[in-house]
T-cell receptor, first 116, second 118 residues
Framework: AQSVAQPEDQVNVAEGNPLTVKCTYS??????LFWYVQYPNRGLQFLLK??????LVKGSYGFEAEFNKSQTSFHLKKPSALVSDSALYFC??????????????FGAGTRLFVKA | GAVVSQHPSWVICKSGTSVKIECRSL??????MFWYRQFPKQSLMLMAT?????????EQGVEKDKFLINHASLTLSTLTVTSAHPEDSSFYIC??????????????FGPGTRLTVT
């Protein structure tokens, strides 16, 4: 069955330190992978996507994610966290079904707190 | 950056009635728009993808007759919740995709519409 897991409900990081928000998935084929961020009172924003090609994907606001096929992971990373990065982060996987349709599954979200 | 608006920002309707939510890309043309639903405990669900001038493509498990999507122009998509029930109460978010440099794209989200069905 298709699934996306964000194993941490919350991640706490000190400003200036590197951050990682984890995502693992289970799908039947070759997925498309996405990260989104939801800032307080600002709505959702698209961060980055992996479709094919280079496993390391660079996105908005200095974020990047690495597609690891063997570990079925797509962890979000940033070398140096900012207080303004504090938000809710969603990982999503788009899987193409045998029926010809497709389904996008979102993780439950990880709340990131960056302390000054 | 590009702006996507939604109208209304919140709506209360009675059970059995229909309600329409509009999504507009204000300063760019969007051949593709997406409709999402965010549940009370924050989880997100992609409902459907709409392409201008063609039928929407619904995700598996989403009732196409209940959630009618129309993408009549390059700047407007509408979601109509038909015969609404209290369980349809949710936060509905649209996004619009702008094509940049061929295959790449940017996706911009609207602020969302809070629907409450009484």
């Amino acid at each position: 069955a298709q699934s996306v897991a964000q194993p941490e409900d919350q991640v706490n990081v000190a400003e200036g330190n590197p951050l990682t928000v984890k995502c693992t998935y289970s799908v039947s084929g070759n997925p498309y992978l996405f990260w989104y961020v939801q800032y307080p009172n600002r709505g959702l924003q698209f961060l980055l996507k992996y479709i094919t090609g280079d496993n390391l994907v660079k996105g908005s606001y200095g974020f990047e994610a690495e597609f690891n096929k063997s570990q079925t992971s797509f962890h979000l990373k940033k070398p140096s966290a900012l207080v303004s990065d504090s938000a809710l982060y969603f990982c999503a996987v788009r899987d193409f079904l045998n029926t010809g349709g497709f389904k996008t599954i979102f993780g439950a979200g990880t709340r990131l707190f960056v302390k000054a | 950056g590009a702006v996507v608006s939604q109208h209304p920002s919140w709506v209360i309707c009675k059970s059995g009635t229909s309600v329409k939510i509009e999504c507009r890309s204000l300063d760019f043309q969007a051949t593709t728009m997406f409709w999402y639903r965010q549940f009370p405990k924050q989880s997100l669900m992609l409902m459907a993808t709409s392409n201008e001038g063609s039928k929407a493509t619904y995700e598996q498990g989403v009732e196409k007759d209940k959630f009618l999507i129309n993408h009549a122009s390059l700047t407007l998509s509408t979601l109509t919740v038909t015969s609404a029930h209290p369980e349809d109460s949710s936060f509905y978010i649209c996004s619009a995709r702008e094509t940049v440099q061929g295959a790449n794209y940017e996706q911009y989200f609207g602020p969302g519409t809070r629907l409450t069905v009484t």
